[in-house]
């Protein structure tokens, strides 16, 4: 799938802005601070409805505006996908697909697939299991709706019994958390049977994708953390039996002390667990392996590849692992972003060069500043594309009725 069109309004430092995009490589270039990561981070938040960098969305709307639009424009092999979100800064957005005005973000997952990569993804390596988990939660909420829904409702239940722990007459809990238990087993199965079976899928993938990237210099083993293996029905039942064997525990804790909330994935590079001991430049392409083995995931589950996007990413590799890295992604829509770019890196590709300068966009997507894009019939199609975006009355995604409902908070 690809993305053709996003049309910014009072996003970040945009005011007004419309890109239109190649299906292959699309680069953003232009100096720092010009609004290359934000135009990024749209494109993520249209797919998805949430910011890989804001952790609230008021965050996003333009410092001095009320309000703040994105919406775009994706072709799937099933057909074409138009998105529009609406911001205001009460952190309350209104979300619509193909026209129509969705109440849960599970609605719009799922339509336009994306995979996203910037530096601070270092931390998926480097930190937290907790950015383990919403790498697996963010990957696995586009392919799978009743993992999305799982995922809800487990976190309902997960808070509720967290806050009957808490609860001073133990008599009381020992009397109703069998129960609850019984539902929070069924869903967290769900869960992590999900993601075992994504894990083992993703990791021979991701080793393949480190071997080329470093030139088979090392060897990356993804090691899921969790105890809980089996059909779901296995994992629920052992899962009850710890939560009860546990309880006594939990209620010292205040809190549940097993579950998919503290699951992890270990990497290991070279025998030794790359968190501890690989280098930055290891462990960097320890994440974009793995995000590269995701697009592949993607590919074999829903039969197109998502969105790749990847932001400040080039500057960080040499030359070599630049040039295997464009040769990884040839069939995959990429939108770049970097200061400037390497022609010796990218020579005899096809590319379309978005320069950006200050909230908008150097040259209008005017084809005498799409340098490297050579085809001519690309030049006249993303021509089209820009006059296209700008008259289209077709799209209601973002002029039909004022918003009303808060989209549902879901944490990843
Ligand atoms: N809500 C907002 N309102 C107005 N401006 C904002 C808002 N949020 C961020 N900005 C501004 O957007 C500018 C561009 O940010 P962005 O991260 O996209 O830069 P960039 O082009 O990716 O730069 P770099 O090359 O340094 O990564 C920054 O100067 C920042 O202050
Ligand atoms: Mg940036």
Redesign the pocket.
């Known amino acids: 799938m690809y993305i053709e069109s996003l049309s910014l309004e009072n996003f970040?430092?945009y005011s007004k802005e419309v890109f239109g995009f190649k299906n292959g490589i699309n680069i953003l270039t232009?100096?720092?601070?010009?609004?290359?990561?934000?135009?990024?981070?749209a494109i993520f938040f249209l797919c998805t409805g949430y910011s890989p960098r804001a952790n609230r969305d008021k965050?996003?709307?333009?410092?001095g505006s009320e309000t703040a639009k994105i919406s775009g424009k994706a072709k799937s092999l099933y057909g074409d996908i138009s998105v529009g979100i609406e911001f205001n800064r009460s952190d309350k957005k209104i979300i619509y697909v193909n026209g129509a005005k969705v109440t849960k973000i599970g609605e719009l997952l799922g339509n336009i697939h994306s995979v996203f990569f910037n530096p601070s993804e270092l931390k998926l390596v480097q930190e937290s299991p907790e950015d383990r988990r919403r790498f697996l939660n963010i990957s696995l909420c586009q392919m799978s709706k009743s993992y999305f829904y799982a995922l809800g409702r487990y976190n309902n239940i997960l808070s509720q019994r967290n806050n009957m722990l808490k609860d001073p007459e133990k008599y009381i809990i020992r009397e109703t958390l069998p129960v609850w238990d019984r539902q929070l087993s069924a869903e967290a199965a769900k869960i992590i049977s999900a993601r075992n079976d994504f894990i083992a899928q993703i990791a021979p993938v991701a080793e393949i994708k480190h071997a080329y990237l470093s030139d088979s210099a090392e060897k990356l083993v993804l090691k899921s953390e969790c105890n809980y293996s089996g059909s779901i029905e296995e994992i629920a039942s052992a899962l009850y039996a710890d939560l009860q064997s546990g309880l006594e525990r939990d209620m010292r804790l205040g809190f549940t002390g097993i579950g998919p909330h503290r699951d992890d994935i270990k990497f290991i590079l070279n025998g030794e667990d790359a968190r501890i001991y690989g280098s930055q430049g290891q462990q960097r392409t320890v994440a974009l392996s793995l995000k590269l083995a995701e697009t592949e995931i993607f590919k074999s589950r829903t039969g197109e590849y998502p969105i790749l996007i990847l932001?400040?990413v080039l500057s960080e590799l040499d030359k070599k692992r630049q040039r295997r890295l464009f040769s990884c992604v040839e069939e995959i829509q990429t939108v770049f972003?970097a200061?400037g770019i390497d022609r010796s890196v990218i020579k005899n590709k096809d590319y379309l060069r978005i320069n950006?300068e200050n909230?908008s966009i150097k040259g209008k997507n005017d084809p005498q500043s799409i340098k490297g894009l050579k085809d001519t019939e690309e030049v006249k199609k993303s021509e089209k594309t820009d006059k296209t975006d700008k008259t289209d009355k077709s799209d209601k995604s973002d002029k039909s009725e004022s918003p009303t409902e808060p989209i549902e908070k879901q944490k990843f």
Not at 59 to 63: H, L, R, S, T
């Open positions: 970040r430092n232009g100096l720092n601070a010009q609004g290359k990561t934000n135009a990024a981070e965050f996003v709307i333009k410092n932001d400040d972003t200061v950006i909230g």
